[in-house]
Every structure is written in structure tokens, then in C-alpha cells.
């Protein structure tokens, strides 16, 4: 069966500092990958998506990027993390290839930068 | 840009009853979904309808469709407080590739 994985959980960063979060996932091949955002009490923002090893698609100008350096795996990076950049921040992944179908999230990872 | 727009924001019922969640959208879509979302985790993918079926069930869960009014129904029967979530619609739009989520409904059920 296929899993996710996100790491860390929760993090807490200064104002400036880098930032790296990654999400994995097993038990599927050439998955499309999704990084989304979410304000508390709000719904999900779409921030990158991923549907093949370096291809990324940003969907939001931000202070933030994305690689996929292997199949299974991405990575949501920052440079210079801002007061804004805390969220939540969701990995998920759906079957490749075809439209959008069901996506299967990750725990997430809570980020507060401060 | 197209997003489910999920009402009520907030639905508080008791054990037992049901809970109706609505999701309007704007353009014509490929399928809608419903995820569930416990606090602080991930969502979780609850139901698939396509947009030409107009009844889904799965244990509990009714889903809906009209797609002559851009709309969907959550029916979640016999509630339980386990049930307690907040709920989302997304939408994949016609020709689209992303899906788009709804700002999602907080339900709470009190035992």
C-alpha cells in the first residue's frame, strides 16, 4: 500500500532563517506531487505541483520554491523564511498520469516563523 | 478563479442527527470530491462523484451532484462524535489538471 511521509512535524524558525521540508512517499511510481499551504481555519492554497522528476510548476509568487530530485520525493525550500510564511504545510500525492483525481495528503508539517 | 464554496462554515449537531454540508462552484467541473480534516493532521478523501453521476453513497456518507445548479451535498447520517472534522469539497475543473479546495465546513458533534 502506498504511504506518505512529512517531516518534520512542527518547526519553529526565526525571521530570515532557511527552510526545508520533505515528503516522500512509497508504494507508487511517478506519482504527481502537490504542496499546498493552509491558514488556520481556512481551506488549502496550492503552492507547487510536480508531475515528473525536475518538472515544477509554481502556482503562487512567493518567497518559497520546490525540487523533486527523485520520483518520490519533494522538497518545499526557503531562503529567507518571512513572518508570513507560517502555516501549515500539506504534501500530497495522486496517480500519474490523468486529471485530477483523489489526492492523499501527508500529516503535515506546522511551521511558525517568528 | 473557480472555489468550492462550502455552507455552513460551522455546524454544531448531536449524536445521532444528521449533518448536511453544501458546496456551490463556479465553472463546470470533472468531478467534485469531499476530504474530512481532523485537527492539525491531513485530509483524508472521503468520496468521488463525477459530473455525470448525481447520487454517490459510501457507509454513512450521501454525496450529491446538480450540476445545473454548480452544486453538491454532504449527508453524513447518524452522526457520531468521532465525526467531529472540518469538511472540504474540491473541484477539478473541466479540462483541468489542479483541484481547487473550498475555505470547508467545522463540524462538531456533541455526544
Known amino acids: 500500500s502506498q504511504t506518505i511521509h512529512q517531516w518534520p512535524a512542527t518547526l519553529v524558525q526565526p525571521v530570515g532563517s532557511p527552510l526545508s521540508l520533505e515528503c516522500t512517499v512509497e508504494g507508487t511510481s511517478n506519482p504527481n506531487l502537490y504542496w499546498y499551504r493552509q491558514a488556520a481555519g481556512r481551506g488549502l492554497q496550492l503552492l507547487f505541483y510536480?508531475?515528473?522528476?525536475?518538472?515544477i510548476s509554481s502556482e503562487v509568487p512567493q518567497n518559497l520554491s520546490a525540487s523533486r530530485p527523485q520520483d518520490r520525493q519533494f522538497i518545499l525550500s526557503s531562503k529567507k523564511l518571512l513572518l508570513s510564511d507560517s502555516g501549515f504545510y500539506l504534501c500530497?500525492?495522486?496517480?500519474?498520469?490523468?486529471?485530477?483525481?483523489?489526492?492523499?495528503f501527508g500529516p503535515g508539517t506546522r511551521l511558525l516563523v517568528l | 478563479s473557480q472555489q468550492g464554496e462550502e455552507d455552513p462554515q460551522a455546524l454544531s449537531i448531536q449524536e445521532g442527527e444528521n449533518a448536511t454540508m453544501n458546496c456551490s462552484y463556479k465553472t463546470s467541473i470533472n468531478n467534485l470530491q469531499w476530504y474530512r480534516q481532523n485537527s492539525g493532521r491531513g485530509l483524508v478523501h472521503l468520496i468521488l462523484?463525477?459530473?455525470?453521476?448525481r447520487e454517490k453513497h459510501s457507509g454513512r456518507l450521501r454525496v450529491t451532484l446538480d450540476t445545473s445548479k454548480k452544486s453538491s451535498s454532504l449527508l453524513i447520517t447518524a452522526s457520531r462524535a468521532a465525526d467531529t472534522a472540518s469538511y472540504f469539497c474540491?473541484?477539478?475543473?473541466?479540462?483541468?489538471?489542479?483541484?481547487?479546495f473550498g475555505a470547508g465546513t467545522r463540524l462538531f458533534v456533541k455526544a
Open positions: 462523484i463525477r459530473s455525470n453521476e
Open positions: 510536480s508531475v515528473g522528476i525536475g518538472q
Open positions: 474540491a473541484t477539478v475543473h473541466t479540462g483541468g489538471f489542479k483541484t481547487i
Open positions: 500530497a500525492w495522486s496517480a500519474h498520469p490523468g486529471a485530477a483525481e483523489t489526492q492523499y
